[in-house]
């Protein structure tokens, strides 16, 4: 089959597919390993071992101890726990948290939330290239602060923030710092003590393990609620029967991301500096996020005279899979938050496309978008009415 007829998947951010590895792990816990992990008897105990093993493999993708490790419903869950269990966890201490205006919904909204129950937030704010200002964040500590929670990696722009200075200062203030790290594994380097993070979270289907399946990474001694409560999985901490196969099966896919992260990021950047100098010899293209600072995997530009939503149905319709933002708002048409926060102008902000890659990607697939991309470009330009003449070809 030639590459024109097969479809191509550039959307890696919104989510992976299982690696085939990884499905293997899983098989055997949702046939004949199926007991409770919380059982005494010898199936009870097979399931047990497979998440102390997945945990071991987590816990050393991040330079963290086994038992710092909590196992999660995904990221969002993760999210969640973190800002709203620290919150909770430190009222006596004050009630303000730092976070920034280009975080994941999961940890904005669980912010948004805090604040009808009395907690006062900063949102930060980003240069033009996404990033975070470590001297902005010092100026925002207060006395009342407990909790700074800036992401790693965006999700949408792909900028790697600063972390290894946050969490300096974050310890030096003795504040709580979260970072949600769930684009940045398998694509940066993480060592949770050298960078000084007290919580984090990570999420399966990122990076090839399955959905619905995710990890919080508690620092002993970090002062935390619990979210759920009900039996006595994951040390008393996160109620529930443990999703066995899930777990086995992220486990196996941090390993192997992990392992393969070196490699894996040199092949990515090749295609991403390929598909930003082509795209960006598209007239009036901008490129978004930080030019260096950023995933190996992330491209973001924005078309002006171009409405996203129509350019992604003009692609779907040659089998090219790729999104304007992050994956929950591709059926509003909301403005991205984080372009809106890097100061993208709300003309062009909805002519915005991004290009996320994975390991299943190849440079003949990028050189296949690099024609095609043009085209409907030029296409969607002859037909608005906001086109200036000389951007037309009619
Ligand atoms: C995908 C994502 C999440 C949410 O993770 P889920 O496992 O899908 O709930 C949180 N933060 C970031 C940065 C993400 O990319």
Request: with cysteine.
């Amino acid at each position: 089959m030639t590459v024109e007829n097969r479809t191509i998947y550039m959307d890696n951010s919104a989510t992976t597919p299982v690696r085939k590895e990884v499905v293997e792990e899983m098989l055997p816990y949702l046939t004949e390993n199926f007991g409770n992990p919380s059982s005494i008897y010898d199936p009870g105990k097979v399931s047990k071992r497979a998440i102390e093993e997945a945990r071991k493999k987590v816990a050393s993708a991040i330079g963290a101890e086994e038992n710092e490790i909590y196992f999660t419903s995904g990221g969002t869950e993760s999210d969640n726990w973190a800002v709203k269990g620290a919150a909770f966890a430190n009222t006596n201490k004050g009630k303000h948290i730092i976070t920034s205006s280009i975080e994941h919904h999961a940890v904005l909204y669980a912010c948004k939330w805090l604040e009808g129950q009395g907690f006062e937030i900063t949102y930060l704010p980003v240069d033009k290239y996404g990033m975070v200002s470590p001297e902005d964040l010092r100026n925002a500590i207060r006395d009342d602060t407990i909790l700074i929670s800036l992401m790693l990696a965006n999700n949408e722009i792909g900028t790697i923030q600063p972390v290894e200075e946050i969490g300096r200062i974050a310890r030096e203030k003795r504040i709580c710092f979260h970072t949600d790290a769930v684009q940045a594994i398998g694509h940066v380097p993480i060592d949770v003590k050298k960078m000084n993070i007290d919580l984090l979270s990570l999420s399966g289907h990122k990076f090839g393990g399955p959905k619905g399946c995710g990890a919080l990474y508690i620092r002993k001694g970090t002062k935390i609620e619990s979210l759920l409560h009900g039996g006595a999985q994951e040390r008393k901490r996160r109620a529930g029967t443990e999703n066995v196969p899930a777990i086995v099966g992220l486990g196996k896919a941090i390993e192997l991301a992990i392992d393969e992260l070196e490699e894996e990021n040199k092949t990515l950047l090749e295609m991403r500096e390929r598909l930003i100098e082509g795209l960006l010899k598209i007239p009036k293209t901008h490129l978004n996020g930080h030019p260096t600072e950023r995933l190996a995997n992330n491209v973001n530009v924005t078309f002006e005279y171009i409405e996203g939503e129509s350019l992604l149905l003009l692609l779907n319709a040659k089998g090219i899979f790729a999104s304007t933002g992050s994956a929950c708002n591709s059926t509003s048409l909301e403005p991205s938050h984080v372009l809106t926060a890097c100061g993208v102008p709300h003309e062009i902000v909805h002519g915005s496309l991004r290009l996320s890659l994975g390991r299943m990607n190849t440079p003949e697939e990028v050189e296949r978008v690099l024609e095609v991309l043009p085209e409907i470009v030029q296409k969607l330009r002859n037909m608005s009415p906001l086109t200036p003449r000389e951007y037309r070809t009619l």
